[in-house]
Nanobody, 115 residues
């Protein structure tokens, strides 16, 4: 049974930082391309960042470039998202996503940025 469990969300003031984690089980983590998505109230889910399974290449949505960093630790089956200089518009539920031949989603973790 595949599980993706996110943690690290919470409330933070604008300009603050959070680090999200996603622990995977039931799959060969190193073989999966991993991503973070987010969904704000009333909006569609959007891709935030992706990291490949092969060469570690990363991609980011323009709105987070220079502020967010995606990384992975294959030995720990864990995906990370370091979020710095957070803005109110970053408020959303953040989801971990794994894809190879099949795709899996985590349950999400809430990030709220407000003063």
């Amino acid at each position: 049974q595949v599980q993706l469990v996110e943690s690290g969300g919470g409330w933070v003031q604008p300009g603050g930082s959070l680090r999200l984690s996603c622990v995977a089980s039931g799959l060969t983590f190193s073989s999966f391309s991993m991503s973070w998505y987010r969904q704000a109230p009333g909006k569609e889910r959007e891709l935030v960042a992706r990291i490949s399974s092969t060469d570690g290449r990363t991609n980011y949505v323009d709105s987070v470039k220079g502020r967010f960093t995606i990384s992975r630790d294959n030995a720990k089956n864990t995906l990370y998202l370091q979020m710095n200089s957070l803005k109110p518009e970053d408020t959303a539920v953040y989801y971990c996503y794994a894809v190879q031949l099949r795709a899996y989603w985590g349950q999400g973790t809430q990030v709220t940025v407000s003063s």
